[in-house]
């Protein structure tokens, strides 16, 4: 394998701190997908555990960069020790010089000194990750009957951007418990927080009783979907709608509903990236699952 090409760029490791490198990966991001993460210095800041590895032009512009940071998630009722990816672009006048490989497994690498037995990532290019031994896990979420209705409960809506809602929520996030126990983030607060900035139709509630913070969307008249829960004990979806007060008919989760007391169909979800593994290669979900969309990264 063939060294990159870096002969006029300048590598750099846990930037973040940098507030032009900041703004050189807002950049890089907005140019590649059209996404702006720069609410996040709002939000609380990047994951205080975050790594990126970049390479730089002697400009400042950040060419090529790919970031970790620490994601433990809750695989087949087990607690793992994970990192995710994510970040990953290469500019298109610096392509074919072998960069992203270098930065890679440059990753790579670190994830294996913190000793994390597992790293995840999002990809709508599985191919690019599968000689690493990435692995895609097949994703499904439940639908079903709405369940029948419990006595209402007070909630009110949530606004990330205001102090006392943005601390409420940091509080939930740093003591939730996981949304199931076949597969579900056990702590992610700054994906949480920027994905309901990506989304204009994702509604946040906090169910007062419950002490519960709600992520869902009604897409239609009478069609109900939950996106996260984040609670240090995850109420039944009956609560939940009464909370909000849904008259629902029709249910979808994304994620396996296993502490909801109720139950929906296994439905294959094509959200148009494939969530990867590496690591634990030989074991495969006990459930059909999915990641709440609320940690995707």
């Not at 702590?187 to 169910?207: C, E, G, K, V, W």
């Not at 979907?225 to 849904?246: F, R, S």
Request: hydrophobic share 45%; aromatic share 10%; with cysteine.
């Amino acid at each position: 394998m063939s060294a990159a090409d870096t002969s006029d760029l300048i590598f750099r490791q846990d930037y973040f701190s940098d507030p032009a490198a900041w703004e050189a990966l807002v950049s890089l991001l907005d140019d590649t997908f059209g996404i702006d993460i720069d609410p996040l210095r709002k939000l609380g800041g990047a994951d205080p555990t975050s790594m990126p590895f970049g390479w730089f032009n002697e400009e400042g512009i950040l060419v090529a960069n790919l970031s970790a940071f620490a994601m433990p998630f809750v695989f087949n009722g087990r607690l793992i020790n994970a990192a995710a990816l994510q970040s990953g672009a290469v500019r298109p006048p610096w392509r074919g010089r072998g960069l992203y490989r270098d930065v890679t497994c440059k990753a790579l690498a670190w994830c294996e000194a913190q000793s994390f037995e597992a790293i995840i990532l999002y990809t709508d290019k599985p191919g690019l990750y599968e000689p690493y031994g990435f692995r895609s896990l097949p994703l499904h979420k439940y639908a079903g009957p709405a369940p029948a209705p419990a006595s209402p409960t007070a909630s009110r809506a949530l606004q990330p951007h205001n102090a006392s809602d943005l601390a409420l929520l940091q509080d939930l996030l740093r003591n939730r418990t996981p949304v199931s126990e076949t597969l579900a983030v056990a702590s992610s607060p700054a994906m949480f927080l920027i994905n309901t900035q990506f989304d204009r139709d994702i509604r946040l509630n906090y169910l007062e009783e419950s002490k519960a913070a709600i992520a869902w969307k009604v897409p239609a008249s009478g069609h109900f979907i939950l996106l996260d829960v984040v609670a240090p004990e995850i109420p039944p979806l009956a609560a939940i709608l009464a909370g909000l007060g849904i008259q629902a008919t029709a249910v979808d989760t994304l994620f396996r509903p296993d502490k909801l007391g109720w139950s929906g169909a296994a439905v294959a979800y094509e959200g148009g990236t494939r969530l990867m593994l590496r690591g634990v290669e030989a074991v495969g979900l006990d459930h059909p699952a999915m990641l709440s969309p609320m940690a995707d990264f």
